[in-house]
């Protein structure tokens, strides 16, 4: 690093530099420092450090790099906090604070940041946050402690970061934070739709919600309420499990949705009921959907769909359900489906395909596991009749059979069928 170093000094031109180290040494930092200031012509900086980097040492490198668009820190990857005891924590906290307050507002847009300064994170974000009023673009990941949701939503509701748009978080598996942590940081950070007015937060266009964080009832309900009018994109990773009503929730609250990634679970506590029969009957209505990335989870197993107690099953009807609701995404371009059992897209049995008949706009299909050779020439001729767009279509595990190396997919009629039909269609 310390050779790195000395060649950006002799780059003035440099635009971004990115950094990756195991152990961050003062002599490092010696140079470092005075490096990011020399160039302000600089728009991005990247620094990750297996180590964990003294709180006054992150500070310094917060300030020097404060006239960035971009800025990535990852310090701490190994877990092993940098700790302090006694005054040493006082002294430090004081140093850190009397830094960030002779800082000028930075000019970060973009943030990424991960700390394992188990105490010193909140404080050393908290302040950091206060000083970027550009920002657009924030990261959080791994937070510890469970007051860091807390003190993050307070910098947000006095009104730091008044234009921030996408909001990432990640990894929060030793953060003990609740349902309703999360539910009051979304809300500090968009205004309250129902009361939007010229002087209201304009809340969330994307948010990322990754391993770790527990997003139920009481966080649907405030993307709902404070980002129903901005939200266009929202992606949960496969770590992240919604209930069907939770998903419901949100695509019947979210009307300016355009892209979705969930990953849900049917019929965990769904009984055929009265609150069910409700549920069932809730239209979606982010009906300007483009893309939709969705697994299914059943809380029982049915390896196939002619098991005799699928029919009349709660999770078949919610399966009924969802995909008649997919159905419905009149604008909907590409449609990734998966799901723990091979049963959505067979015209036997219930004929679920079928329900997809509106999708006139689909371009991309992605089925993620049909490896049983379900799929047949009636569904390729299905697709062709009702899909007029449809130029890609992915099949899990498919084998081409233009490899010589590879023997032909099980699902060979299907494919077969697709190219005699629409020759210019990609297959893979």
Same mark, same amino acid.
């Given at each position: ?75 701490? &990857? ?51 946050? *206060? ?28 009104? &730091? ?23 009051? +940081? ?22 990322? +919600?990754?391993?770790? $964080?527990?997003? *139920? ?130 015209? *036997? ?27 047949? $020439? ?6 062709? *009749? ?6 890609? $279509? ?24 697709? +190219?005699?039909?629409?020759? +210019?269609?990609?297959?893979?």
């Amino acid at each position: 690093m310390e050779s790195a170093l000395k060649l950006i000094s002799t780059t003035p031109t440099l635009k971004s530099i990115s950094f990756t180290i195991w152990n961050y040494h003062d002599q490092y930092h010696r140079i470092l420092i005075p490096a990011l200031k020399s160039h302000p012509q600089l728009q991005e900086f990247h620094l990750s450090c297996w180590s964990s980097i003294q709180p006054i040492s992150v500070s310094q490198i917060i300030e020097a790099s404060s006239q960035f668009e971009t800025v990535s820190l990852s310090l701490g &990857g190994s877990g092993d906090a940098y700790s302090l005891i006694g005054q040493d924590i006082i002294k430090v906290e004081t140093a850190v604070q009397n830094c960030f307050e002779k800082m000028q507002n930075t000019k970060i847009r973009d943030l990424s940041i991960q700390m394992s300064l188990e105490n010193e994170a909140v404080q050393v974000i908290s302040l950091l946050l *206060r000083r970027c009023p550009l920002l657009e673009n924030l990261s959080l990941i791994k937070l510890h402690l469970g007051n860091s949701l807390t003190g993050i939503t307070q910098v947000f509701r006095d009104g &730091g970061c008044p234009g921030l748009k996408h909001l990432t978080l990640k990894n929060f598996y030793r953060l003990k934070h609740s349902d309703q942590d999360l539910a009051e +940081l979304l809300g500090s950070i968009g205004g309250d739709d129902a009361i939007r007015d010229l002087y209201s937060k304009p809340g969330l266009e994307s948010i990322s +919600l990754d391993a770790g $964080v527990d997003c *139920r009832y009481l966080c649907t309900l405030a993307l709902t309420q404070y980002h129903s009018e901005t939200l266009t994109r929202l992606e949960t990773s496969q770590f992240v499990l919604l209930n069907l009503e939770e998903f419901v929730e949100l695509t019947n609250g979210l009307p300016k949705l355009q892209s979705i990634t969930a990953n849900i679970r049917l019929a965990t506590k769904m009984r055929n009921d009265e609150d069910t029969n409700i549920l069932f009957e809730t239209q979606w209505n982010c009906l300007m959907l483009r893309e939709l990335d969705i697994k299914m989870n059943f809380a029982r197993k049915f390896k196939y769909i002619q098991e005799h107690n699928w029919e009349g099953s709660v999770e078949a009807r919610a399966t009924s359900y969802v995909m008649s609701q997919i159905g419905r995404l009149q604008c909907l371009e590409t449609l990734r489906l998966d799901s723990d059992m091979q049963i959505l897209v067979p015209m *036997r049995g219930p004929g679920y395909l079928t329900r997809l008949k509106g999708l006139k706009k689909l371009h991309v299909l992605h089925l993620k596991r049909w490896v049983d050779g379900s799929m047949g $020439v009636e569904e390729a001729e299905w697709m062709i *009749r009702n899909w007029p767009c449809l130029d890609h $279509v992915s099949i899990g595990h498919y084998k081409s059979p233009r490899n010589p190396y590879i023997s032909q997919s099980i699902n060979m009629p299907f494919v077969s069928r697709l +190219l005699v039909r629409r020759p +210019l269609i990609k297959i893979d």
